[in-house]
């Protein structure tokens, strides 16, 4: 017979249980997040995208309670792209697209959903509908989002291994997407046949053994298939004459038409400078960043470029706009040869679509016969897309170049976007950028030289380039679009339909789970049995997460910025390690002290909830919900110098802190966490109105050590707590 101790005892294992689970979730989606941020440049640790997305797939369909399993995508998103977009855009274009990688991960929040359709299918569609739809959503997106195109493509993490990405030339870049992420979604899978076998929780469907073995199978014969494939062809290389190529970067970030310090003469003798330290290494081939000039090199300082050409005996191109009131917009290219003769301008095709017009001449992909072999060119954001340089190669292109005009950290990415589409085409690529990247490439994805300099540098690359392969059929990369596409759109259905389940009522669900012989959604304890007699301090666990989750952040900004743009200084000295390590022990020490001694059990009264207070709370939040985002909605919108950032911090605390007023005044408990982030945003915004910006992360672990030294009071005082248990 079961007694009401009983009871309350595993409904407490149940509490403690979810709480761990919550943990355990948070703590695999960010190290999923940490390892795929870590396989792209600049850090370059390629392995990891091959089983990084494994533990944030185990966090969402077994970690995680059913509820609330799109977290794990959110924070895998915010951990990856957070600090991926905001060191790849930078400052210089707003708030929207500095924390774009935060939009998408709360994105991700309504729209992950995906859980619910593959319990009621026992995951046999898990692996199929992740992959086709990962890179489907990759085919659309590099389509029909221009600010992005391929940038982030998970194959990209593979640029530095020439020996492993051969088949991309018959399969192209999402060829290699899909095998990384088939990987990794059958690793997933397997992970969770092995868990299932040591414990599964109440509300988690079994996935199918059998099928987990098929697919684990399966997938290492795609992989052996794909190495020994990109073995062959990559030892197959035919020996070809190499050209000596020189891309040059001249370290002006601003584009021509609006630097108003480098003049347009002071450009032309920069190049010129660079042109013939060039030639003085025996470069046949002098490649310009884009918007190197803001003159038609045709119609000014004509007779100067075929001066320079002759002398240096290297081909030009040159790159320019036109940006002259009443005439059309020009962002085009020119080559011009040594004997002096211009040749047909190349006008950019793929514009970033922010306050870039469209260019006249575009819609034509000259290539240039020349005895070095056949040139071309592309600019900028058109080698970001896989269609440029396809039909440049079609017309005959043997080596094409890839002018940037980069911003923040883009060129730490940007030089893996141009050697793809060097071996998607077996043609040799040049990168030249303004003041962040330089590259040549070798038609098989082999690195003649590269440099990156985030802080920007001026510099003359030198290197040889050895010809053109044979063209790669593009049958293949047709039939792969065309199956991606149609998977994309079924799993598109299939999420709808999981979503329009969960906003079904919960009987429903439940006569769904039972057809596979789940009866009750009910916490599973078998694999928790010793948790029975555990007595844990809930708050030491929860802020020993926080700090712990605190600090990873920390960390992975460490890693991703600047120093410069992280402050903590101890004196005249900046040491930004300092937060993440300090947060790191505090919470450390709360989890390792979370258990406490066996105490004997009292009865303990139920805590009621009164409706009433349950209503009001509701309400306030409600209002303080809707002037979070009309605060938030200003803040992107109004230009700083008209509000600055510190008033807006400001704005954001006094909601908080108004709202936990309005409920201690009205007998309600007050929430420890909103009243904790109210005083942090006053503090730092009056700090950043004052220009001590620095001492924010002295000010974080200053409140938070405060709130731990008072905690005792407030539990005695019971101040804090859920508002409708007041």
């Known amino acids: 017979m079961t007694t009401t101790a009983n009871i309350k005892s595993q409904e407490k294992v149940g509490a403690q249980a979810t709480v761990i689970r919550f943990a355990l979730g948070i703590g695999l989606s960010a190290l999923s997040g940490v390892m795929l941020l870590l396989a792209f440049p600049p850090y370059g640790f390629w392995p990891l995208a091959w089983f990084g997305v494994v533990p944030v797939l185990v966090a969402q369909h077994r970690v995680f309670p059913a509820k609330w399993s799109s977290l794990a995508q959110a924070i895998f998103a915010a951990v990856w792209l957070g600090p991926f977009l905001a060191r790849l855009f930078g400052s210089g274009y707003g708030p929207f697209f500095q924390y774009l990688g935060i939009w998408i991960a709360i994105l991700n929040i309504f729209t992950a959903k995906d859980r619910s359709f593959h319990e009621l299918t026992k995951y046999r569609w898990f692996i199929f509908q992740g992959v086709i739809g990962w890179v489907g959503f990759e085919m659309v997106r590099a389509t029909f989002i221009p600010v992005i195109a391929t940038s982030a493509f998970i194959g990209y993490t593979q640029a530095t291994q020439a020996w492993l990405i051969q088949p991309v030339s018959i399969f192209s870049v999402y060829g290699l997407n899909l095998v990384i992420v088939l990987v990794n979604y059958a690793l997933a899978q397997g992970a969770m046949v092995l868990l299932d076998r040591k414990w599964t929780a109440g509300d988690v469907v079994p996935a199918d053994a059998g099928s987990t073995t098929r697919w684990l199978a399966g997938a290492g014969v795609v992989l052996a298939a794909w190495i020994g494939l990109s073995l062959v062809i990559f030892n197959s290389m035919p020996s070809m004459p190499e050209v000596r190529v020189a891309s040059v970067r001249p370290n002006f970030p601003l584009p021509a038409h609006q630097d108003e310090v480098n003049t347009s003469q002071v450009r032309f003798d920069a190049f010129a400078e660079q042109a013939r330290e060039a030639a003085a290494q025996g470069a046949q081939v002098v490649y310009s960043p884009e918007m190197m000039f803001n003159f038609d090199p045709q119609v000014e300082y004509t007779e100067q470029f075929r001066a320079l050409a002759q002398e240096t005996g290297a081909y030009l191109f040159i790159t320019y706009t036109v940006s002259i009131e009443g005439q059309p917009w020009r962002n085009e290219s020119v080559m011009l040869s040594p004997d002096g003769e211009f040749s047909q301008v190349y ?180 694999g928790l049995q010793k948790l029975k007699e555990i007595k844990m301090n809930k708050s030491k666990l929860i802020w020993g997460i926080i700090c712990l989750v605190i600090a990873g952040g920390l960390t992975v900004a460490n890693l991703a910025l600047p120093p410069e743009k992280l402050m903590f200084k101890i004196g005249e000295v900046n040491m930004p390690w300092v937060p993440p390590v300090a947060l790191a022990i505090i919470g450390i020490m709360l989890l390792a002290t979370v258990n406490q001694p066996e105490e004997k059990e009292e009865a303990q009264k139920e805590i009621d909830v009164d409706p009433d207070k349950a209503a009001l709370n509701k309400r306030l939040e409600t209002m303080a919900w809707g002037l979070f985002l009309v605060m938030l909605g200003g803040f992107m919108f109004v230009p700083h110098e008209i509000i600055r950032g510190g008033w807006w911090s400001i704005g954001v605390g006094l909601i908080f802190l108004g709202l936990n007023a309005a409920r201690y005044f009205n007998g309600l408990r007050m929430s420890g966490f909103t009243t904790f982030l109210g005083i942090l945003s006053i503090i730092g915004g009056i700090f950043d109105l004052v220009g001590m910006e620095s001492v924010n992360g002295a000010v974080l672990l200053i409140v938070l050590g405060g709130y731990l030294i008072l905690k005792p009071y407030f539990d005695k005082r019971q101040l804090f707590g859920k508002a409708e248990q007041s």
């Open 347 to 526: 006008g950019k095709n793929h514009t970033w679509l922010i306050g870039e017009p469209d260019t006249p001449s575009a819609g034509v992909f000259p290539v240039y016969d020349t005895p070095l072999g056949i040139l071309a060119g592309m600019i900028c954001h058109d080698a970001n897309y896989t269609d440029i340089a396809r039909k440049l190669t079609g017309n005959g292109a043997q080596i094409i170049a890839a002018p940037y005009r980069e911003f923040g950290g883009f060129g730490e990415q940007a030089w893996t976007n141009a050697l793809f589409r060097a071996v998607e085409n077996r043609t040799a690529v040049v990168i030249s950028g303004v003041a962040t990247v330089s590259g040549i490439f070798n038609p098989d994805g082999s690195i003649v030289a590269l440099d990156t300099d985030i802080d920007g540098s001026r510099l003359t690359l030198v290197g040889d380039w050895s010809g053109m392969w044979p063209s790669a059929p593009t049958m293949p990369r047709t039939l792969l679009s065309a199956t991606c596409l149609v998977g994309l759109r079924w799993q598109g259905t299939s999420s709808l339909c999981s979503t329009h389940r969960w906003l079904r009522s919960e009987p429903k669900r439940l006569r769904k789970v039972n057809c596979y012989q789940r009866p009750d959604r009910s916490p599973d304890l078998s």
